[in-house]
């Protein structure tokens, strides 16, 4: 049986605005295109236009071959979700359509992922050439059609080394540089095209987001979008955070915050197109030993210069002479991240960041830190103690402290998300409420929740600058942050380079151990993830 590949993508300018629509289908095995549409379909709302890109680009699937299989892979979340049959589809201008795409295969040969935008370019191009031809009052042409053209340049470009401290990009780039300085071969870079909201005049270019995509369309059209339960989000210490059923939350645009687990698909890389202030735990034994792996090594801060340093750690990697590389970067700075025991909020699930009524721990919650001390105690790696300020993490940070025999310093950045009026709700009670504040708060990572609340956009900033205050102060030692999920699932992202919605592919639980070492290239390296090992 043959298997297909459909990509489709779908955009308007305005939301509602002038709408295009554009699907690719390629082999599955060989990633060679077969077959391509695209139209313009007037005024729509992005979803539409994303609904009618996925039902032409099933019908061209069939035309190829109707007993085929087919993976869809499509760059809306809100689409996957609703075929998959994990959401509801209230909108009445979807349901129509989803229900045809249903009856295109039999359901059984139709599988849903969810891939980056920058990884359904192809699609992203098709849709963007339709509304281009309808700006200028014509019909997409496939004749005139580039948005399959893949013209590779001369020489790899590595990026340039930017970034703040302990991002992977960052540091990818930095070694990328020293290696092509050494005179190695360059690691291949995958930068993602930024995706094209044609220019012509109509669309507003697009604001880059923190993923570092261009969005130059319009939001999803979060008004149809109705989860069958609550997808994602875990109102938690949102009690919730980056789960949309944990509300203590998250820095994911198209998504939710919340605390605790993901609620979206995940995303499989399409296939090829075959045509034309203060630092963290120094060493990771509290939660994993530091000097295993390849990363190890490079100058203390003493010591050479940092290209210097970037050059040997690249020459390290590309020549080992057996085993992992030799240690070159000295002591790592390693932050062993502790999200606070329980509060009486958390097994209720409600909302409660950093502007509701601060609980304190519970009983259970203050068992839980017991044994969080018990068991650092016992490894006696951490050097120093570092709190949010708010009472839930205070209190966890002076029971661990006790046992250690240290202080807890407290920084503000390391705060919950406040989550204005959704304070002390639960995630059911504020869709009931406020939908539509609820919708766009999903929807993008810059939208605030009802009452003035804080933006995730917000939160990963102020958590990036409070991890390079901490990594300055700590350099070279081991430190626990008793924090929150939000800030361990941004701390976490942002050393594995990982795009906005990984948060809701975590499970975070109360009164459980992370841990992140910080090289002085700027590389860093998660060791550990969601440790309740010591609570059992």
Known sequence: MREFVVEADGGSRGNPGPAGYGAVVSDAATGETLAEAAEYIGVATNNVAEYRGLLAGLRAARELDPDARVRVRMDSKLVVEQMS??????????KPLAAQAATVFPPDRVTYEWIPRERNTHADRLANEAMDAGRRGESWSPAESRADLDVPPTAPVAPAPEGTPGDATAGAARVREALASAGGAAAPGEPGPERRRAAEGTAAAGAADPAGTVRGRSTEDASGEEPDTEPGLRADDTEAGPRADDPE???????????????????????????????????????????????????????PAPADADRRAAQAVATPSSGWAPADMGAPATFVLLRHGETPLTPQKRFSGSGGSDPSLSDIGREQAGKVAAALARRGTVQAV?????????????????????????????????????????FGEVRERYPEDLDAWLASPDAEPTGGGESFAATAARVAEARDRLLAEYRGRTVLLVTHVTPVKMMIRLALGAPPEALFRMELSAASLSAVAYYADGNASVRLFNDTSHLR
């Open 386 to 426: 570092v709190a949010s300020p708010l009472a839930r993490t205070r209190e966890t940070a002076r029971i661990v402290a006790a046992r250690l025999g240290l202080d807890v310093a407290v920084e503000d950045g390391l705060r919950e998300t406040d989550f204005g009026a959704w304070e002390g709700l639960t």
């Open 85 to 94: 049959g994990r959401w509801k589809i209230k909108h009445p201008a979807m």
């Open 249 to 303: 939350a998250a820095d994911v645009p198209g998504g939710r915050g919340a605390e605790g687990n993901s609620g979206g698909a995940g995303g499989a890389a399409p296939t090829g197109r075959g045509r034309g202030g203060r630092a963290a735990e120094s060493r990771a034994t509290a939660v994993g030993a530091v000097g295993e792996g390849p990363a190890d090594g490079g100058p203390s801060p003493a010591g």
